[in-house]
């Protein structure tokens, strides 16, 4: 084995060795920079040349050597995995700093996310009212329920539209769902998903009020919003 096989092997060999305790370090700061580099240019010079030409490696190494007078190449490649080490450290720790951010952004958009479903579930949506047999609203204003509903793209809406007694019971049912399918209407336009919004009719069968009233037929003729 030449020379050169020797050194590549040696090299190689101390490469898989554990970094040197910081604290067993003889080494100043220059002189660790000065012996890292020396390492990694050795090595580079080594793979990068024609290996047959010992001449021109031995002329290298040469060269590496004038400031490193005094340094075995185990010192050298000892040290040089120490800061190789050192870096992989350096960047684990960094990327468990980044992990540890991530996990924090992640838990804190859960976080609005619970508190959002929590103000849904008890906030009280009055409900949509309309005249007697017209599906049309009377008035519709649902300005922060949307705006609320765009922060958290989770959340979907259902609306049951309902009527008095006043009609047959398949004309109510039908009226129910015309009620429900125009307030989606109004929403899709105001730009929220229509995927995100299920309609369904409920007809004359679930009053709020008496329908022996006006008043009370009134309160019947309605659509009803819940988020989930």
Known sequence: MNK?????????????????????????????????????ELEKSILDNNPS????????????LLDLYGYSDEAVIKISNYLKELEKAKL???LLAKEKELAKAEEIIKQ?????????AELLI?????????SNPKEIDLFSLIYDLQLNKKLTVLL???TDASGSDNFNLNLSIQ?????KRYLVNKGMQASRITIKGEG?????????????????????????
Do not use: C
């Not at 030409?53 to 590496?64: E, F, H, Q």
């Open 4 to 40: 050169l096989s020797i050194l590549v092997v040696f090299t190689f060999s101390f490469s898989l060795l554990s970094a040197q305790d910081p604290n067993k370090n003889v080494f100043s700061q220059d002189e660790v920079i000065k012996l890292s580099n020396y390492a990694i």
């Open 53 to 64: 030409d010992t001449a021109l490696i031995a002329k290298l190494k040469g060269d590496y």
């Open 92 to 94: 684990s720790a960094e």
């Open 112 to 120: 609005q996310e619970a508190e959002m479903e929590e103000k849904f």
């Open 126 to 134: 009055n409900p949509i009212l309309f005249d007697v047999n017209s």
């Open 160 to 162: 049951v539209g309902h």
């Open 179 to 183: 009620r429900a399918t125009a307030v």
């Open 204 to 228: 004359e069968w679930q009053p709020v009020a008496e329908n022996a009233t006006e008043a009370g037929r009134a309160k019947n003729r309605r659509v009803e919003i819940s988020v989930k």
